[in-house]
């Protein structure tokens, strides 16, 4: 397996240091995360209220200070620098009438509340809040004034816009005032489309069974403007990500891929055929080609990191095995221009009826109609008199009609996974671009976990770092939703239990120079002056003189000699045992025990437990000098870090004490009788049964 | 998921007495062996010859008491009772010239050696064996006469009976002095085939590369007696199991699966379509459906288990996952019946083409020519007066010929696995029936692993319990062989590193009544009279009276009370640690301490180690009864065994030795002080420098 091997090389086995050409299962995706930070760590805080459920929307106004948690019947404004903080509140419960009808309708009690699913920010500063309100989906505006926040009560239907089902796949977003969404779009749950709620409502079409939306699971929306220097006069797109089970394969069992869809911002429909429905509708299959052969990895959260320019951003999305038996994750990087070019450039699949019973999907070779279906209306288009897709002639709308599906698939960059991680599935992913010391720029990962963790981490030339691991609420929650705020500079969790707020970084958890190096964290960097990790400023990359970083490289011999650590003395007495408690710098580090600067063999009378040495039986032999190492090793350098010094003696006055009394004794006893017989001998003194009478 | 819910219920999860609903990743497959045997056990034998390597064929000759092991550039035959001892040898080896020939083709000097591969027994005794021989298969008569194994020297060509490459997937069988074959044919190893080596040898096509067989890895061959009892007057089969590229999906990626072919043993091929081919290949999908959504397992082994009716055999075949990122493997059995009824009764797949440029398979859903194509020449054939498959109709053999492939795929008897095993991958099965008892019949299975190991496991009522695991080899390496030998009540396994043998049963190592009973091993019963674990005599079933065995509930509530286990004295100085050793009966229980007959809390100064109890800083309360027990559940019920009970005392002597130092010491002193002074106050004493003069 040629490509595994090359995974493997580039992407995968854990320690740099190791050079392994070939990578088993035992090694695949076992990078560790060089810290773990717990959840009841100072710098990690959490809101919630009691009786309060699912935190699963989130909203950050940073004109506000505010960030809102939309939760089971109520929306929160928390203070967005310390989420604890809880600025105002607003409810929106669900009444005896509805949460009756609902459960008549054969739902249970606790899906019958009112979830709210929506909050997005519209151009005039007002909020649009949108919730399942006991399976009748209903949406809202919203205004924060005063310190208060408050419902304007014009309660709108929210089919098209909400789910019915506080648990379904959903996605939404507000480009331009039009709020897209992607969700179900019945009671049932089992019609699901693409809508545009505006003036010019859109949706897909979901008769045709085989050409647009199969069983889906919605993950995210974002919109990407590809007008902006668009030598054609193209469109804005908003792109959809979702999964759903594949119509063009054959296989032995229905087949469930990753998709990356898009439409035109710009789209009215068709004028006859397709109206009211997207006629700029084109997907494609989203590839993370993770070990093969195995099914396809499925989508689980998509982020779009933004660059000035557009064709340079690029999607980030998170992957999961499908397969139950593997607990395997995948984090991959699509370029958008890439993804955009599949759509503008690529082949169109298509069904043909084989004996009338069975179709096969083969691709489109014939000559395409013009303009080129399911392209945005360009200059092109509008010198052919075409101003809008109302414009559009029928062949074109006939043809996108049921051909929506596009060849090739989209490919990440590099061409296989930035990170692989064995353990808690992910969830949800954000990224950040940090400015270095040395001038670079790089994307910091945060990644969301099924178990409540987050884990920070960095792909350095193909290798990839998770700097540290977060645990973000006490309980094994999903994240639900994560969000990075670069102004407050912090990272902002929702979980079904609470909402959880963190540093993107903690610089001076790093307690040495090399602690701080081989911590490789855009944001830290030691300061020789200070003597402590700092986090670097914006500007800070420039004044390099005091500071230490290395994050490619991983190398911390800059690091002035650390001060010695003071001996600590332990008296033992003999027979006892002694038991030394040390820690290692990092999950990454090694512990080694010195015995008067001799590497200790850890067995028979003495051995690890926990970290902690353990001496049974000591002896007078047992004295000396125990030094506690953490050995570390990054890009094939060790650093050897000492943790702490014991002095161990034998406790002196008590091996005195018990010598003397062992030689005194008897000779104390020997001089008795001595004196006692030379006294009886001389007469001094008689026993009494022979005294003179 | 119900179907992995109901195969977690009736299979998977472990302990009985879990009754988990849900089966996480965590749990599947993750059935442990009750008792760990290793390759240093006395009842292990190995055969190995220092610098002899890969002995990967084996035939057991019960009627010469040999076991005759194929290994590379040699032949062994060695005692059936005892392996270790070697009876008699044949050297064959590559000469100078065939090896330098070999070189020169560009295979390395590794591969140009005489790999012996194939052993059989011909009906007048003689045996038949091929090696790779430097790349030149060639095959050879050898007899075992006086004590001496020689060959006979008529060296015959062994393409199309033998591998080229020693490292090629092969199969072989001798069917009525007729060698069956399925190996690669070629230099390259590129075009494989199923072929007879008789008077009338046959063989599958190469040039239809839909058809017949695609990029194959061949596993195994069995015959079935079909004629037996036959009202159709039906032909015997030969089964072929292997894996190939799949043509008949459309998948994303190249996809590989499981198949069951066989053919009539008097195809004599067509007379002028199919000319010398198999005129009844037929083939199916091979299911084993573990986990789901998945890709299918893949087999590796397959053992027929006969019974005296053909139609009651079962092929038990192990299958291992197919995706790199999970360390599964299955075992699954097939009714021979069903997979028979398939190819007699089953539907046709054809490919139809899709725009001159695609293919499509779908079901033949026309009508079937006559003789049905592929079926054995039986009574309402030869009515038509076709005596032979040379007389078949051209349009049948046309059918065919095009059209191997049938529908449905075969599925294992009660729709899931026997067993799924997290771990070490399994390479082979050896099945036996064992009389147990209660007068039923259980069959016990022998899977050997990748990692040198065999593990013998029973399916009692669905619920799969692993009785032993035994490591056969000190290296690491993949079973290649297993043959079983009702006659002897040995296994024999082979691999790269040598051929090691290990009794069916050993009894013997269980110790108590609840040890032999929780063992759940067919072959053994606890005798109350004895008081031993004994082997049962196959005629034994019936002289319950004095035995206890229970299979299927695992009750050991019948043994009679173990013998108090007498205390050990430990004795122990204040301060000191101590250490309590002590082994769990089985990987199944878990070990609990009293003290003093209270549960001990393992937490502070005492901990578990290695399942020794350690107890840091002994002092006077420290002393008291430590019981080790050992608690295996099985079927609701708990089973505690005392592995082991202390009597920890302070060391008296030392104590009151102290004691007795501390207080006479003083008492010896004020004594002697006043003697003393008594003595000078009476002038008995005078200090020296006031001596009267």
């Known amino acids: 397996m040629p490509l595994l091997a090359i995974l493997c090389l580039l992407l995968l086995c854990g320690r740099p240091d190791h050079h392994m050409v070939f990578c088993g299962v035992g090694q695949l995706g076992d990078v560790l995360p060089r810290k773990a930070v717990s959840y009841n760590d100072d710098t990690v805080m959490l809101f919630r209220v009691d009786g309060v459920w699912n935190y699963s929307s989130m909203l950050?106004?940073?004109?506000?200070?505010?960030?809102?948690?939309?939760?089971?019947?109520?929306?929160?404004?928390?203070?967005?620098?310390?989420?604890?903080?809880?600025?105002?509140?607003?409810?929106?419960?669900?009444?005896?009438?509805?949460?009756?009808?609902?459960?008549?309708?054969?739902?249970t009690s606790i899906d019958c509340w009112n979830y709210i699913r929506v909050l997005h920010v519209l151009q005039d500063g007002r909020m649009y809040v949108c919730g399942t309100n006991a399976y009748r989906p209903t949406c809202d505006y919203m205004v924060y004034e005063g310190g208060q926040l408050s419902l304007l009560n014009t309660k709108e239907d929210g089919k098209g816009k909400c789910p019915f089902d506080p648990y379904q796949s959903y996605t939404s977003l507000v480009v331009d005032g039009a709020l897209y969404a992607a969700a179900a779009i019945n009671f049932l749950g089992s019609d699901s489309a693409l809508l545009r709620n505006s003036s010019f409502p859109l949706r897909t079409d979901i008769k045709d069974l085989c050409a647009v939306i199969s069983e889906p699971r919605f993950i995210s929306m974002e919109e990407v403007p590809e007008s902006q220097g668009s030598t054609v006069g193209d469109d804005d797109k908003v792109y959809l990500f979702f999964n759903e089970v594949a119509v063009e394969y054959d296989f032995y069992s229905k087949l469930t891929v990753s998709r990356v869809a898009r439409v035109c911002k710009g789209d009215m429909g068709g004028q006859w055929i397709l109206q009211k429905k997207w006629?700029?509708?084109?997907?494609?299959?989203?590839?993370?080609?993770?070990?093969?052969?195995?099914?396809?990895?499925?989508?689980?959260?998509?982020?779009?990191?933004?660059?000035?320019?557009?064709?340079?951003?690029?999607?980030?999305?998170?992957?999961?095995?499908?397969?139950?038996?593997?607990?395997?994750?995948?984090?991959?990087?699509?370029?958008?221009?890439?993804?955009?070019?599949?759509?503008?450039?690529?082949?169109?699949?298509?069904?043909?009826?084989?004996?009338?019973?069975?179709?096969?999907?083969?691709?489109?070779?014939?000559?395409?109609?013009?303009?080129?279906?399911?392209?945005?209306?360009?200059?092109?288009?509008?010198?052919?008199?075409?101003?809008?897709?109302?414009?559009?002639?029928?062949?074109?709308?006939?043809?996108?009609?049921?051909?929506?599906?596009?060849?090739?698939?989209?490919?990440?960059?590099?061409?296989?996974?930035?990170?692989?991680?064995?353990?808690?599935?992910?969830?949800?992913?954000?990224?950040?671009?940090?400015?270095?010391?040395?001038?670079?720029?790089?994307?910091?990962?945060?990644?969301?976990?099924?178990?409540?963790?987050?884990?920070?981490?960095?792909?350095?030339?193909?290798?990839?770092?998770?700097?540290?691991?977060?645990?973000?609420?006490?309980?094994?929650?999903?994240i639900e939703v994560l969000r990075l705020s670069v102004t407050t500079g912090y990272l902002y969790a929702g979980s079904s239990y609470g909402a959880a707020q963190v540093p993107l970084s903690a610089?001076?958890?790093?307690?040495?120079?090399?602690?701080?190096?081989?911590?490789?964290?855009?944001?830290?960097?030691?300061?020789?002056?200070?003597?402590?990790?700092?986090?670097?400023?914006?500007?800070?990359?420039?004044?390099t003189g005091n500071l230490i970083q290395s994050l490619k490289n991983a190398d911390a011999s800059?690091?002035?000699?650390?001060?010695?650590?003071?001996?600590?003395?332990?008296?033992?007495?003999?027979?006892?045992?002694?038991?030394?408690?040390?820690?290692?710098?990092?999950?990454?580090?090694?512990?080694?025990?010195?015995?008067?600067?001799?590497?200790?063999?850890?067995?028979?009378?003495?051995?690890?437990?926990?970290?902690?040495?353990?001496?049974?039986?000591?002896?007078?032999?047992?004295?000396?000098?125990?030094?506690?190492q953490s050995v570390e090793s990054a890009k094939g350098r060790k650093y050897t870090t000492t943790m702490a010094v014991y002095e161990l003696l034998l406790d002196r006055v008590d091996q005195i004490v018990a010598l003397a009394l062992k030689v005194v004794a008897p000779s104390l006893a020997a001089l008795l009788t001595a004196l006692l017989g030379w006294n009886l001998h001389h007469g001094h003194l008689h026993l009494p049964h022979c005294r003179h009478t």
């Not at 001076?508 to 700092?534: F, H, K, M, Q």
């Open 507 to 543: 610089c001076s958890r790093y307690r040495s120079c090399i602690d701080c190096v081989l911590a490789r964290d855009p944001y830290c960097a030691w300061d020789v002056n200070e003597g402590s990790c700092t986090t670097l400023a914006p500007s800070q990359s420039l004044q």
């Open 60 to 107: 950050l106004r940073e004109d506000l200070g505010l960030l809102l948690l939309g939760a089971r019947e109520v929306v929160y404004a928390v203070d967005v620098r310390n989420i604890s903080h809880k600025m105002a509140e607003v409810w929106w419960s669900t009444t005896q009438a509805e949460q009756t009808n609902c459960m008549d309708k054969g739902k």
């Open 279 to 478: 006629t700029s509708f084109l997907k494609a299959r989203l590839d993370c080609p993770v070990l093969q052969p195995s099914l396809p990895f499925l989508l689980q959260d998509v982020f779009l990191w933004r660059d000035s320019d557009w064709r340079k951003s690029v999607f980030y999305a998170v992957f999961t095995s499908q397969s139950g038996s593997a607990d395997l994750s995948a984090v991959c990087a699509y370029n958008v221009e890439d993804v955009s070019q599949i759509f503008s450039t690529g082949s169109f699949k298509t069904p043909v009826s084989v004996e009338s019973y069975y179709t096969k999907w083969i691709l489109y070779s014939r000559e395409l109609p013009v303009p080129r279906p399911g392209a945005c209306i360009d200059d092109a288009a509008r010198q052919q008199g075409i101003r809008s897709s109302l414009d559009l002639p029928d062949k074109v709308l006939q043809f996108v009609q049921t051909r929506a599906l596009m060849d090739p698939a989209a490919q990440p960059l590099s061409g296989g996974p930035l990170l692989v991680k064995r353990g808690a599935l992910v969830t949800r992913i954000t990224v950040v671009s940090v400015a270095a010391l040395d001038g670079q720029n790089y994307t910091v990962m945060f990644i969301g976990t099924d178990n409540g963790f987050v884990e920070k981490a960095v792909n350095y030339n193909g290798e990839t770092f998770i700097i540290e691991e977060i645990q973000l609420f006490s309980q094994p929650v999903p």
């Open 558 to 628: 800059q690091c002035p000699n650390p001060e010695d650590v003071v001996p600590e003395t332990v008296t033992f007495t003999e027979g006892s045992s002694v038991k030394l408690p040390c820690q290692p710098s990092s999950n990454l580090a090694e512990l080694h025990w010195l015995r008067d600067n001799q590497l200790l063999n850890t067995s028979g009378r003495s051995y690890d437990h926990e970290g902690s040495l353990v001496i049974l039986k000591a002896s007078a032999a047992t004295a000396g000098r125990y030094e506690c």
